[in-house]
């Protein structure tokens, strides 16, 4: 068990790393992106299932995490298993991948309801209450969030670390979170604080998944609809019009504390940055 949650806390550097980037850049002064290199989705057809897959590259300098995949289960039924989550080194250099795989035509199938952080705040995401889908992946405070709807489809995922606790004693409970088009791929990425609760702040990162998932393709899967390779591979995919992506900007725009409080959080993130430590999770 310690390997394992050892292996776990080194993923974690990465989405720090991820978000000190963030936390660094504004659109008055942009500041070229030099750690996130590259963010990727995919759809596949499976037995009549689309899958999606959502993957980012990470460059941790010195930092680096043992290849380990574990599954994103059903929190009331633990037989069913609606994807998983590899974490892995890269044999380019430095970088550092993670990589998601959920089965849409199955999580469908859940309804949407009510989704927040693991400290119980409201996702970063405007417009959305009562329609996620919101998945527990086991062994630790970890949720993976999926919307399936015609104003907004997303997938993303929140991680509460143990030194957080630390950001949390300086500034209090905030949301500190920016929005971003990274190689075309929309969404927004931050952290999470709760005063005076341990386990309770962390990491969270959200990607809008339309360049993937058409309104043809969608609706076939909230049909519940078996998919063949004619329909997966209809021209008539990309079909989102600029009012969705318009919308997409407004739900996953900047969600940022005070200037004081964002300062401090800055400080305190360069602080974290500037030492090699392996941040620690929470079991379930």
């Known amino acids: 068990m310690k390997t394992l949650l050892k292996i776990h806390q080194w993923t974690i550097s990465a989405l720090l790393t991820l978000t000190l980037v ?16 590259d963010v990727k989705l995919t759809t596949t057809l499976k037995d009549g299932d689309v899958w999606l897959g959502v993957g980012a590259t990470f460059n941790l300098g010195g930092m680096s995490f ?20 590899s974490f892995k080194p890269t044999f380019n250099g430095n970088y550092n991948a993670i990589e998601f795989k959920v089965n849409l035509s199955d999580c469908a199938r859940i ?11 409201d996702l970063p995401i405007a417009g959305v209450e009562g329609r996620v889908i ?21 997938m993303g995922f929140a991680i ?24 075309g791929v929309k969404g927004t990425a931050g952290l999470y604080t709760a005063q005076n609760q341990t386990y309770q702040s962390g990491l969270a990162f959200f990607v809008d998944i339309s360049s993937v998932v058409s309104t043809d393709l969608l609706n076939r899967i909230l049909n519940g609809e078996v998919i063949t390779p004619d329909k997966f ?11 969705y992506y318009s919308g997409v900007d407004k739900k996953m725009a900047d969600r ?13 993130m360069d602080k974290m ?9 929470v079991e379930e």
Not at 111 to 121: C, K, M, R, Y
Not at 169 to 175: E, L, P
Request: aromatic share 12%.
């Open 22 to 37: 963030m936390f660094v850049s504004c659109k008055s002064n942009p500041i070229e992106n030099k750690i996130v290199k």
């Open 66 to 85: 043992t290849a380990i995949t574990f599954p994103i289960k059903d929190p009331y039924d633990p037989s069913r298993v609606y994807g998983e989550v």
């Open 111 to 121: 309804p949407g309801a009510f989704a927040t952080l693991p400290n119980g705040n």
């Open 134 to 154: 919101e998945l527990a992946i086991d062994q630790i405070k970890s949720k993976i969030y999926i919307a399936l709807d015609h104003d907004l489809t997303m």
């Open 160 to 183: 509460s670390i143990q030194q957080f606790d630390v950001v949390a004693q300086y500034v209090g409970g905030v949301n500190f979170f920016l929005g971003f088009d990274l190689f």
């Open 233 to 243: 591979n209809a021209k008539s995919m990309n079909n989102w019009n600029k009012a």
């Open 256 to 268: 940022l504390p005070s200037a004081a409080k964002q300062k401090k959080v800055q400080t305190i």
């Open 273 to 281: 940055m500037s030492k090699k430590q392996t941040l620690r999770f």
